[in-house]
């Protein structure tokens, strides 16, 4: 897609500053019968090399160094969508979204990560920030940021998703907005700090122990139960992100990171864990994060994050130059284990083709797939469909409403259906 | 750790590899936290179970939490709870499944302890932590009143706040363990 685009905003600048080059159809066929062998710049250099002239970049000298580096100014527009549900009333309580259209590979920027705050991010001095574990255990322990930097340490890397991710597809009508903005919160990070296990055992867990409430020091306090198997399992107490701390939007300086669970137990700055016989019943394992029945009921403690996957390339947003060559590509993950299969249906879901998987696939982690595209022009749909190792099957939206009542957005891990028109615009589509 | 590389890297250049590693095994656990006495504990344990574990000393009614609620609360949440411009606290009970499906404290939240425990620990919003426990029990047993759920003069304190009934107590499947 993004050497297609280049290739044709090249051959745009070369028809205007060249009359005598070739039409871009056939520079184009020109281009695609060469590539795999040469870049699209070598392609330019042999179509037209006459056109071209020495950058300024290399006739003065460029900046010096930084000591921390930013994007490209003319990257400026990829930045997060964020959404304030109530406004000035509330201005840290809503999300911002991760542009997955604007993004390669399976790692997310940590200043692109998803946030979802409840009452906005809290200025904390690490100097002065403790985590206390008490509760059912032999020895109530206060750990300081520094004695928790001594234990041995942990490194994953898996995807955060939040359990409210992709709610606008849970709408009755399909919403026309970019694929960050409808499935956004969800990233993926290498995230490295203490396995939670380590500092349990410490305190020693009494028996009659089977659930933690991990507690954040925001103005919120947002706190979540979590089942005692899980924090013995591979549940990290991270602090850092992408090999730096940890930022201030993602819990610095500590974060429960619970792989593969809703992203509201991955509780950001994490400063108490207390160990209960019972799960707490907070509010956001009551009233929010449950998911509502078609009878009314509501399901609780649903905490794995189902098998998924959408196409980020091309997607609401891309304008399609025409027939031709395209590369698919997007992104599939499950909270229940590791992607084994993601298959590709360029007519609407008639036919089904299997999708390269970028290497290497890691279990609860974002997996990028591929597949080369010679799109006819008509008009189509484009969707991806998941599998997962654990054998579950990303359903389709009319399979997955059902399921629910109405009104539930939580969950939704339906296959995502681009609608595109011979004319190459692309939009958001049910089915 | 660091001491014991040359000692590993020795063992293993002469072949006894399995011993090597269960030496490096043998290092004890760290124990780097301080212990913690429980009048500390006190100050830092703000959450409440839903058999009213953690609760404070103190007690409230409706009569008592109208003008809490105008106070702190009416602002965002409207006149008797109707919500607006924040999440409506009263009405709906009975409407969870039906098309009209509308999700209140009375009509959805299970225990009333969540209701003392978010509002300890989130509300008022721009002022988390600032009602003291007599305003407390008063403000949720005024929303409670509004339900419908606990008559305007009864008292909530820490024993008779985990007893109220909620009408949507039973509207939950716990989905763990799994299978």
Not at chain 1, 104 to 128: C, K, Q, Y
Not at chain 1, 286 to 306: C, H, I, N, V, W
Not at chain 2, 59 to 79: F, I, M, P, R
């Amino acid at each position: 897609m993004t050497t297609k685009l280049v290739r044709s905003r090249l051959a745009r600048e070369i028809e205007q500053a060249t009359p005598a080059a070739p039409q871009r159809r056939t520079f184009l066929k020109h281009s695609v019968a060469l590539a795999g062998a040469v870049t699209g710049a070598g392609v330019l250099t042999r179509a037209s090399a006459a056109a071209l002239e020495v950058p300024a970049s290399m006739t003065t000298p460029g900046r010096p160094f930084s000591s921390y580096g930013q994007p490209a100014a003319t990257e400026a527009a990829v930045q997060r969508g964020i959404l304030q549900p109530y406004g000035e009333l509330a201005p840290g309580a809503g999300v911002s979204m991760t542009p997955l259209q604007d993004l390669e590979g399976v790692i997310t920027p940590s200043g692109l990560h998803f946030e979802r705050h409840h009452n906005g991010v809290p200025e904390i001095d690490p100097a002065m920030h403790e985590l206390l574990i008490h509760g059912l255990v032999a020895r109530p322990l206060r750990f300081s940021m520094a004695a928790l930097a001594r234990y041995p340490r942990a490194s994953r890397i898996c995807f955060i998703e939040c359990a409210g991710n992709s709610f606008f597809n849970a709408f009755p009508e399909p919403q026309q907005m970019s694929a960050g903005m409808i499935h956004g919160l969800v990233s993926c990070s290498e995230w490295t700090g203490v396995p939670l296990k380590l500092l349990l055992e410490e305190a020693g867990i009494d028996p009659a122990g089977k659930w933690i409430l991990a507690e954040g020091a925001d103005a919120a306090g947002m706190s979540r139960s979590v089942p005692l198997e899980k924090a013995l399992d591979d549940a990290i107490l991270a602090l850092f992100q992408n090999g730096e701390r940890l930022r201030p939007e993602q819990g610095y300086p500590l974060r429960l990171v619970l792989p593969g669970w809703e992203g509201n137990m991955n509780v950001k700055w994490l400063r108490r864990i207390k160990v209960t016989a019972e799960p707490t019943q907070t509010k956001d394992e009551t009233s929010k994060y449950t998911d509502l029945l078609p009878d009314g009921k509501a399901r609780q403690f649903t905490y794995e994050m189902g098998v998924k996957s959408l196409i980020t390339q091309p997607s609401l947003g891309t304008q399609l130059d025409g027939a031709g060559f395209y590369e698919i590509s997007g992104l599939a993950w499950s909270g229940a284990g590791s992607i084994s299969r993601v298959e590709v249906s360029t007519d609407g879901g008639a036919n089904w083709v299997e999708a390269e998987l970028q290497g290497p696939v890691m279990d609860k982690a974002l997996t990028r797939f591929r597949l080369p595209w010679d799109w006819d022009g008509q008009a189509t749909q484009l969707m991806s469909r998941a599998y997962d190792s654990e054998g579950n099957q990303q359903p389709l939206r009319a399979d997955w409403k059902p399921q629910y009542h109405g009104s539930n957005i939580y969950h939704y891990n339906a296959i995502q259906t681009w609608q595109l028109s011979a004319a190459g615009e692309i939009s958001n589509a049910f089915v | 750790m660091h001491s014991c590389k040359p000692k590993w890297q020795r063992l293993v250049s002469s072949g006894v590899a399995a011993l090597s590693i269960s030496g490096l095994a043998l290092a004890a656990p760290p124990q780097f936290g301080q212990p913690v006495s429980g009048q500390e504990l006190a100050a830092w344990d703000i959450s409440i179970g839903p058999s009213g574990e953690g609760l404070p000393p103190g007690s409230g009614s409706a009569v008592d939490g109208e003008a809490v609620y105008q106070a702190k609360c009416q602002s965002c949440h409207g006149e008797e709870g109707v919500g607006k411009p924040a999440d409506p606290l009263v009405g709906g009970v009975g409407s969870i499944g039906s098309e009209a499906t509308l999700k209140t404290v009375g009509s959805f939240w299970p225990y009333a302890t969540t209701l003392f425990d978010y509002t300890r620990r989130a509300m008022p919003y721009d002022q988390p932590q600032s009602l003291s426990a007599n305003e407390l029990y008063a403000v949720s047993a005024y929303i409670l009143w509004l339900n419908g759920i606990i008559d305007r003069e009864q008292k909530l304190d820490a024993a008779t706040l985990p007893q109220v009934q909620m009408p949507n107590r039973d509207g939950f499947i716990s989905a763990w363990p799994p299978g």
